[in-house]
């Protein structure tokens, strides 16, 4: 079996697809809270939306709920993901299954036609994308006047004693749920592939792709919930 750090991010959490809904809950505190969270705030009304990372389908399934019209684009590079994705949506919203999508990629891959949706949504997924920038810009420039973005994700402290203490206590909440096997390949994964920043520097990035008004909106130790606006640019 290969190491977390000789194979693709994708191909770690892909691999765990059926017992990814245990498993997360074991490595990411508060994580129904985030969840959540990350849907608190959303506009009544989308009628185009993208889910980056629709992992097991958690959130996939909120978002049909609440958007039950909506044209949805799942997107992940785990064809395990997608497909159990899928399934998931086909059995509880089986009327809705003509407006969805499904892609199979990586984040840097894909390419979004300019206004082409209103709402970009992902959880706990962005924290893999290396130039996170480039994807930020290609988001503004699919999102309409007024779309949106919101992030579910875990980020640095930018004061280095706070993310010292956060940092042990997650390590000691995955500690509690998990095998030594299991923290290692854990551990493994997060320095191979994990790219965590700081809110501030999540911030410039936004700003800097076009957003306006980036902000975090929830936080609770490493996870957090930051949303951002495409506005008219003058």
């Known amino acids: 079996m290969l190491r977390p750090s000789e194979t693709t991010a994708f191909g770690y959490w892909g ?3 059926e017992r990814y809904d245990t498993h997360i809950r074991h490595v990411c505190p508060n994580y129904t809270e985030l969840l959540t969270r990350l849907l608190d705030g ?31 684009t799942f997107i992940d590079a785990a064809v395990e993901m997608v497909d159990l ?13 003509e407006h969805f999508r499904f892609i ?22 962005l924290h893999h994308v290396q130039d ?3 994807l930020f810009r290609r988001i503004w420039q699919g999102l309409a006047l007024g779309g949106r973005i919101r992030i579910g994700d875990h980020f640095l402290f930018s004061n280095p004693t706070e993310q010292t203490i956060h940092w042990a206590n997650w390590l000691t909440y995955c500690r509690e749920n998990c095998s030594d096997a ?13 790219r965590y920043t700081t809110l501030a520097e999540q911030f410039t ?7 306006a008004t980036p902000d975090c909106v929830w936080r609770s130790g490493l996870a957090a919930v930051v949303t951002a606006d495409r506005a008219p640019m003058f």
């Open 42 to 72: 959303l506009p009544d009304e989308a009628g185009r939306i993208v889910e980056l990372g629709c992992g097991s389908g958690g959130l996939s399934l909120e978002l049909a709920a609440r958007y039950p019209r909506a044209s949805i």
């Open 15 to 17: 691999a765990m697809a």
């Open 205 to 211: 990035m936004l700003l800097a792709a076009g957003f």
């Open 132 to 134: 996170q920038l480039s």
């Open 104 to 125: 199979v990629s990586r984040f840097e891959d894909v390419q979004f036609n300019e206004g082409s949706f209103d709402l970009v949504i992902s959880n706990i997924s």
């Open 182 to 194: 299991e923290m290692d390949e854990l551990l493994d994964h997060v320095t191979a592939h994990d």
């Open 85 to 97: 994705t899928k399934a998931r949506l086909a059995a509880a919203h089986p009327s809705s299954a």
